[in-house]
């Protein structure tokens, strides 16, 4: 929480300059000056004589005073040396031209004292010239290292200034018991909005009330204990220029600040923003646990189809799939078969040990919300394959789902927070739902990223349902098959008996009669006869109209489509079987597009036979697909490297109930090539196979690709 920093110095600061002397040119001057300073102090003494000669007839009885500022002068000018001459100067000039005798070398004994007191003074003066000289230059010494520690000072100030300003963190300065701000670099500003004016104002007044009042009770803290204060992934709200709240995310250090008795006087703050790192790790973090979730759909999905596929028993698949899910999944987990009338019927229940067992019978009875769905989830959805899902269910919701009480109060009792009803299709017709929940006694709940592994587990689960209502369906056809055969053979032999009778008793009469046999006796023989295979014509016209009815189903709704991406599907759907079983899918399309006038899922189911029958009799080698053109035709070719067919096997390989390997080894039921077969035929096609025993297989299959299907092409076929 700061305030606008002062603009930063367009530069850097430049240090003060310090430039080191060069040793010639300082010992030249140092020359220099001492020849002056000698210099001077000879002139000196010649302006104190030249003084003192012009004074003399005034001053006869000073003759020194002219002289001891001479001396002086010297030695303040230029120390010891300079003073001392002036004084050897300054006493052989006074006692040779002012001392009697007067010009006479020879010092007179009265003139001593004078001489001796003089150099004595002189000797003083020099002194204490030399000592001035001495604190004059450690002065200047010390004026001129003042000069460029206060240079230095600023330098570092103006540095450290330059950093906060520049400085990739968030830098604060507070002052006194109010925690007054003294400083903000741009980048704190910033944070804050940039305020208009905050320099000054204590921390409590800066920002939001509540994050101010909570980091004012961290600098009072920190300010009365002297103690600093470090937060990692601290949060804090702050209002932005727009006018909205932003959270902001700081590893954040306090520090106290001293004055020059000890005492704490402010406090420093540093701030590095990691919002931004924050929010990668938690990212990470949500994706390494979203891979270890998938991982774990993937290993149950491995195992989800063969555990489906124990049983072939319609009843328990469904309790297959409700196990599959608990608890694992889900806490609850709930099958509703789909009826013909549009509504559905409860077949599964299934909890987890932690949900209440009391619960489980009333879910069982009733079907709760799901008369609720079509109007919740949107007209057709749940039809249509669409998953309905709730992540966080409440109680608001249950008047939505249903309007009976007990239902509600159910439904509450159930503490349900995450719902997904995922509908069970195979192909286009609607099985019935599967309802994954999950309560707040577990705490578990589910996310969209959920949804397609649910959906694809439900899809497993539909193919399951959907194999074994075919088995069961199958089982009874067989049943029936067997049945209708049985009697077929009764009625068949029904006729067939009493004509052998009348045939055989004709025979006796020929034999007892050598001659010719009565007329009347024949006549009334063949109409027993007649009457006989008039009942086996009609036994044969019934089975014909039998195989009418049965064919009648195969009914085609032909339009005009693409072959090319109804293989592509077909290819792309098996991709999978044929991995596990360790084949390879090659799709060879020579033309872009194969357009004709078929039925679609008809033709489908052809395209599926021939590819799965690859897959199945393959032997994990490549299975070639190739899509043509030929004379007008589309021609289809599915290539196996497989087990092959032998030759005594071809000629009935397409038809019904025929196989061409033993049920032992291969399942199945004889009916798909017959199927195939019936369905290109219905179409204008063919279809034919080239096979040897070891060597593989090759399907062919030829569709007119012009629309020359005659008006009835759509009606059953024969």
């Known amino acids: 929480m700061t305030a606008p920093a002062p603009s930063a110095p367009p530069h850097p600061p430049v240090p003060p300059s310090s430039p080191s002397p060069r040793a010639p040119e300082s010992f030249q001057k140092q020359e220099g000056s001492a020849l002056l300073s000698y210099g001077l102090a000879t002139a000196g003494v010649l302006v104190a004589f030249l003084a003192q000669r012009l004074l003399w007839p005034y001053m006869s009885s000073a003759p020194f005073l002219a002289f001891f500022a001479a001396v002086a002068f010297a030695g303040w000018r230029g120390g010891w040396g300079p003073g001392l001459v002036a004084t050897a100067l300054s006493l052989v000039t006074v006692d040779y031209f002012f001392l009697s005798p007067l010009g006479d070398w020879v010092t007179h004994p009265g003139n001593l004292i004078a001489l001796a007191f003089f150099l004595a003074l002189s000797l003083f003066v020099t002194l204490l010239n030399v000592r001035l000289r001495r604190a004059n230059a450690e002065r200047a010494d010390l004026l001129e290292r003042e000069r460029a520690s206060r240079a230095a000072a600023e330098y570092e100030r103006a540095r450290l200034h330059e950093l906060f300003m520049r400085a990739p963190a968030h830098l604060v300065i507070f002052r006194g018991p109010q925690h007054v701000f003294e400083l903000s670099n741009p980048l704190n500003s910033a944070m804050l909005g940039n305020p208009p004016r905050l320099l000054g104002l204590p921390a409590r007044e800066v920002g939001p009330k509540e994050e101010a009042e909570r980091v004012a009770r961290i600098l009072d803290h920190v300010y009365a204990t002297g103690d600093p204060f470090e937060g990692r992934e601290v949060s804090l709200k702050l209002p932005q220029p727009d006018g909205t709240l932003r959270e902001f995310i700081f590893d954040v250090t306090y520090t106290p600040t001293h ?103 009333p879910l069982r009875s009733r079907t709760t919300y799901v008369s609720g769905l079509p109007k919740m989830a949107g007209p057709g959805s749940i039809h249509h394959g669409q998953p309905f899902f709730i992540e966080n269910f409440t109680d608001d919701l249950l008047p939505r789902f249903t309007n009976d009480p007990e239902r509600i109060a159910l439904l509450r009792e159930l503490r349900v927070r995450s719902l997904v009803v995922v509908p069970l299709v195979a192909g286009e017709r609607l099985l019935g739902l599967l309802s994954f929940v999950t309560t707040h006694r577990s705490g578990r709940s589910y996310t969209a990223a959920d949804l397609p592994f649910l959906q694809e587990l439900a899809n497993r689960a539909a193919l399951s349902m959907e194999n074994a209502r075919l088995y069961r369906e199958a089982r009874e056809a067989v049943r029936l098959r067997d049945e209708f055969l049985s009697i077929a053979s009764h009625e068949l032999k029904t006729p067939l008996t009493p004509l052998n009778l009348k045939l055989q008793a004709l025979r006796r009469e020929m034999e007892r009669h050598p001659g010719p046999v009565p007329r009347e006796l024949v006549e009334r023989y063949l109409d027993v006869g007649s009457r006989q295979m008039k009942k086996l014509a009609e036994l044969v016209n019934d089975l014909l109209d039998v195989s009418r009815i049965a064919a009648g189903r195969l009914s085609l709704e032909c339009v005009p489509m693409d072959l090319v991406e109804l293989v592509r599907d077909v290819v792309a759907a098996y991709e999978g079987p044929a991995t596990r079983s360790g084949s390879v899918l090659q799709l060879e399309c020579a033309d872009a597009m194969t357009m004709g006038v078929w039925d679609r899922p008809r033709l489908e189911q052809v395209v599926v036979n021939l590819v799965d029958n690859a897959i199945k009799y393959g032997q994990g080698r490549p299975i070639q697909v190739r899509l043509e053109t030929r004379d007008g035709k589309a021609a289809l070719t599915v290539r196996d490297q497989g087990i092959g067919i032998s030759e005594e096997s071809l000629p009935r390989l397409f038809g019904r109930f025929e196989r061409a390997v033993s049920d032992r080894h291969y399942g199945g039921l004889g009916l798909g090539l017959y199927i195939t077969r019936t369905l290109v035929e219905a179409m204008g096609g063919t279809v034919r196979v080239e096979s040897r025993l070891g060597q593989g297989s090759v399907f062919t299959v030829e569709l007119p690709l012009l629309p020359a299907l005659s008006p009835d092409a759509g009606a059953p076929a024969p």
């Open 259 to 361: 004055d020059t008795h000890g005492q704490v006087d402010g406090i420093a703050g540093f701030g590095f923003d990691v919002t931004d790192l924050v929010r990668a790790r938690a990212r990470a973090e949500r994706l390494a646990r979203e891979l270890s979730h998938n991982e774990e759909h993937l290993r149950l999905l491995a195992g989800a189809s063969s555990f489906l596929a124990t049983s072939l028993d319609y009843n328990a698949t469904l309790r297959n799939v409700v196990r599959l899910a608990v608890p694992t999944l889900a806490d609850w987990c709930l099958i509703d078969s789909a009826l013909e009338d549009g509504t559905f019927q409860r077949m599964e229940v299934e909890h987890a040990a932690t949900e209440p067992e009391s619960l489980a019978e």
